[in-house]
């Protein structure tokens, strides 16, 4: 259900209390006993709130001295790359982290202009630092980087998150990130007793460094995007940072490549008063939200389009993109995607590996699977996570990987990785390549696609749950699944494992001819979502919600 509030302008009574903030994340100490109060990691590092204890001081301290215990048993000796978004907690978190690495020996690579680094940064620094010298990626051996990037992503201003990259510069895997969290759970309780250096004496160790991040990324995009045509084309776009991570990245991209990039909104505000409220009546940043871009969108049909050919957004760690357009406002994630993967792969990246394919989650829009079919490429289904598509993209098993929440990287264009995290950024940039290329902004080459394909309608509806009913989604199966039709359509597949890989989705996906739905929890918050999808018709979809809450609450019965 819809918040009565969304989309209207965020009021007093909607803001943080910074300072409260701030000092909850030292003053409340988390119960090791109170499940809600341990450190659990989702799909990317834990998260939680300093009011409700889930994401304080202790849980920091706890979760670093794991991260340096772990990279010691692995035998990583290079730098530790850090870097935070502009939520509230992030600095302090950040502060506390470095104490406790500086304390364990670990060599910290901190931004040198004390800027936020946004999450995308921070891989394509470990990436580029482990590569060899014959440019292939190094995965054992002295000297290897890893990282840590201090953010929740899109979440509320309330909320902090911190989350480990290993050497391979992503999300990482299931097993690195279970061994940290039970590590630091057993070193929760008794958290005074681990070793820190004060911050200011750690800061100014030898084994602090300070790293121009931003330089270091920016220099590194004319690999992955082509400059030379949208400066050529003379493609004006704005972005809208969100009170983020990427806000003093754009600049800079003007200064070395001669781009008309805009700063649409630069203010950096910790409580975020300038947003419009998301779906579910909160202060939500993200860039994908027709609801939390509903101020931005409203300026530009105000007159703000004369300046604009479309304008890009993202996400306070700036992993996250969202995509608007003239006379169509806010894009479908899975929309943009379809028609990102129909351009890259159809012949604008000739250096990209033969056969490789198109990675997408099972909660994408099968609209990328007939795009995917209309030009012969393979398509690659993996369960929620960008953590799934690592390993491909390292293998060339897949050149591009999206998923519907608006995550997505690709390869450099001579076919190297470039990040293995989401990338916020990169899709803004090929969101003006692509119509410098083909004179269509990304909505009307949308349109184009739908007049091929046919339309579909796209939902995702969250329900809040407990953590007991969570667990269950992880043993379905799809006997659990009795039904034998679905909106009117008999059900040709009831998945438990992803068909790309036959990883455990973690819930379970019902599908028709032209209908399908997924059930799983959240890794991150209290709920479970539900997405569908009709080809059918808008009441089609309705059907197949419907229908789906009733498999599902069977199936947990």
């Given at each position: 259900m819809?918040?009565?509030?969304?989309?209207?302008?965020?009021?007093p009574?909607?803001?943080?209390?910074?300072?409260e903030?701030?000092?909850?994340?030292?003053d409340?100490v988390?119960d090791?006993a109170?499940?809600e109060?341990?450190?659990?990691?989702?799909?990317s590092?834990?998260?939680?709130?300093?009011?409700?204890?889930?994401?304080?001081?202790?849980?920091?301290?706890a979760i670093?001295?794991a991260?340096?215990?772990?990279r010691?048993?692995?035998g990583v000796?290079?730098?530790?790359?850090?870097?935070?978004?502009?939520?509230a907690?992030?600095?302090?978190?950040?502060?506390?982290?470095?104490?406790?690495?500086?304390?364990?020996?670990?060599?910290?690579r901190v931004?040198?202009?004390?800027?936020y680094?946004p999450?995308p940064?921070?891989?394509?620094?470990?990436?580029t630092?482990?590569?060899?010298?014959d440019?292939?990626?190094r995965?054992?051996g002295e000297?290897l980087?890893?990282g840590?990037?201090?953010?929740?992503?899109h979440n509320p201003?309330?909320?902090g998150?911190?989350?480990?990259?290993?050497v391979?510069g992503?999300?990482a895997p299931?097993?690195?990130?279970n061994?940290?969290?039970?590590?630091?759970n057993?070193?929760?309780a008794?958290?005074?007793?681990?070793?820190?250096v004060?911050?200011e004496q750690?800061i100014?160790s030898d084994?602090?460094e300070?790293?121009d991040?931003?330089d270091?990324?920016v220099s590194d995009?004319?690999?992955v995007?082509?400059?030379?045509?949208?400066?050529s084309?003379?493609?004006?776009?704005?972005?809208d940072?969100l009170g983020?991570?990427s806000v003093?990245?754009?600049?800079?991209?003007n200064e070395?490549?001669g781009?008309n990039?805009?700063?649409?909104?630069?203010?950096v505000d910790?409580t975020?008063?300038?947003?419009?409220i998301?779906h579910?009546?909160?202060?939500?940043?993200?860039p994908s939200?027709?609801y939390?871009m509903?101020g931005l969108?409203?300026s530009l049909n105000?007159?703000?389009?004369?300046?604009?050919?479309?304008?890009g957004g993202?996400?306070p760690?700036?992993?996250?993109h969202?995509i608007v357009c003239?006379?169509?406002g806010?894009m479908n994630p899975?929309?943009y995607?379809a028609?990102?993967?129909?351009?890259l792969?159809?012949g604008?990246?000739?250096?990209?590996?033969?056969?490789?394919?198109?990675g997408?989650?099972l909660v994408?829009?099968?609209?990328?699977?007939?795009?995917a079919?209309s030009?012969?490429?393979?398509?690659v289904?993996?369960p929620?996570?960008f953590?799934?598509?690592?390993?491909?993209?390292?293998?060339?098993?897949?050149?591009?990987?999206g998923e519907?929440?608006s995550g997505?990287s690709?390869?450099?264009?001579?076919?190297?990785?470039?990040?293995t995290?989401k990338?916020?950024?990169i899709p803004?940039?090929l969101?003006?390549e692509?119509?410098a290329?083909?004179?269509?902004n990304?909505?009307e080459l949308h349109k184009?696609?739908v007049a091929r394909?046919?339309?579909?309608?796209?939902?995702r509806?969250?329900?809040p749950?407990?953590?007991e009913q969570?667990?269950k989604?992880?043993a379905l199966?799809?006997?659990?699944?009795?039904?034998?039709?679905l909106?009117?359509?008999d059900?040709?597949a009831?998945?438990t494992e992803?068909?790309?890989?036959?990883a455990k989705i973690?819930?379970l996906?019902v599908?028709?001819?032209d209908?399908w739905?997924?059930?799983r929890?959240?890794?991150?918050?209290?709920?479970?979502k539900v997405?569908?999808e009709?080809?059918?018709?808008?009441?089609a979809?309705?059907?197949?919600?419907?229908?789906?809450t009733?498999?599902v609450d069977?199936?947990l019965a």
């Amino acid at each position: 259900m819809v918040a009565t509030n969304a989309g209207m302008p965020a009021t007093p009574a909607d803001l943080i209390n910074v300072d409260e903030v701030i000092g909850k994340y030292y003053d409340l100490v988390p119960d090791p006993a109170v499940a809600e109060q341990r450190v659990i990691f989702g799909t990317s590092g834990h998260r939680g709130s300093s009011l409700k204890t889930s994401f304080n001081e202790a849980h920091i301290v706890a979760i670093t001295q794991a991260i340096a215990e772990y990279r010691k048993a692995a035998g990583v000796t290079g730098p530790l790359y850090i870097g935070r978004d502009t939520h509230a907690l992030s600095e302090p978190a950040q502060k506390t982290a470095i104490e406790v690495l500086v304390a364990n020996g670990v060599h910290v690579r901190v931004d040198s202009r004390g800027d936020y680094v946004p999450t995308p940064v921070v891989s394509q620094a470990i990436l580029t630092h482990n590569r060899a010298a014959d440019g292939t990626q190094r995965f054992e051996g002295e000297g290897l980087a890893d990282g840590i990037v201090v953010t929740p992503s899109h979440n509320p201003p309330t909320d902090g998150g911190f989350k480990y990259d290993p050497v391979t510069g992503g999300p990482a895997p299931a097993e690195t990130t279970n061994a940290i969290a039970a590590r630091a759970n057993e070193l929760l309780a008794d958290y005074k007793n681990i070793k820190r250096v004060p911050y200011e004496q750690a800061i100014k160790s030898d084994l602090v460094e300070g790293f121009d991040y931003r330089d270091h990324y920016v220099s590194d995009l004319a690999n992955v995007i082509d400059f030379d045509l949208i400066r050529s084309s003379g493609v004006r776009l704005g972005i809208d940072p969100l009170g983020g991570a990427s806000v003093n990245y754009w600049p800079l991209m003007n200064e070395k490549y001669g781009t008309n990039i805009d700063v649409v909104r630069p203010e950096v505000d910790p409580t975020w008063s300038f947003m419009t409220i998301d779906h579910d009546g909160k202060i939500r940043m993200d860039p994908s939200s027709p609801y939390a871009m509903k101020g931005l969108v409203d300026s530009l049909n105000a007159g703000a389009w004369d300046k604009y050919d479309l304008v890009g957004g993202t996400d306070p760690d700036a992993d996250r993109h969202g995509i608007v357009c003239p006379n169509w406002g806010v894009m479908n994630p899975n929309h943009y995607i379809a028609v990102c993967v129909e351009y890259l792969f159809g012949g604008n990246r000739p250096g990209w590996p033969e056969g490789a394919g198109i990675g997408k989650t099972l909660v994408s829009s099968s609209l990328i699977d007939r795009v995917a079919a209309s030009i012969g490429a393979k398509l690659v289904e993996v369960p929620v996570g960008f953590k799934w598509f690592v390993d491909p993209l390292f293998k060339g098993e897949v050149a591009f990987g999206g998923e519907e929440s608006s995550g997505m990287s690709f390869l450099r264009r001579d076919g190297r990785v470039w990040t293995t995290d989401k990338d916020g950024l990169i899709p803004d940039l090929l969101a003006a390549e692509i119509t410098a290329k083909t004179g269509k902004n990304p909505a009307e080459l949308h349109k184009d696609q739908v007049a091929r394909f046919g339309e579909s309608w796209y939902k995702r509806v969250d329900t809040p749950t407990t953590l007991e009913q969570k667990a269950k989604f992880a043993a379905l199966t799809g006997d659990d699944v009795t039904a034998t039709q679905l909106a009117g359509e008999d059900i040709t597949a009831k998945l438990t494992e992803a068909p790309g890989n036959g990883a455990k989705i973690g819930g379970l996906k019902v599908t028709t001819k032209d209908n399908w739905f997924a059930a799983r929890p959240s890794g991150t918050e209290n709920i479970y979502k539900v997405y569908a999808e009709s080809f059918v018709s808008p009441e089609a979809l309705d059907k197949v919600l419907d229908e789906a809450t009733v498999v599902v609450d069977k199936a947990l019965a």
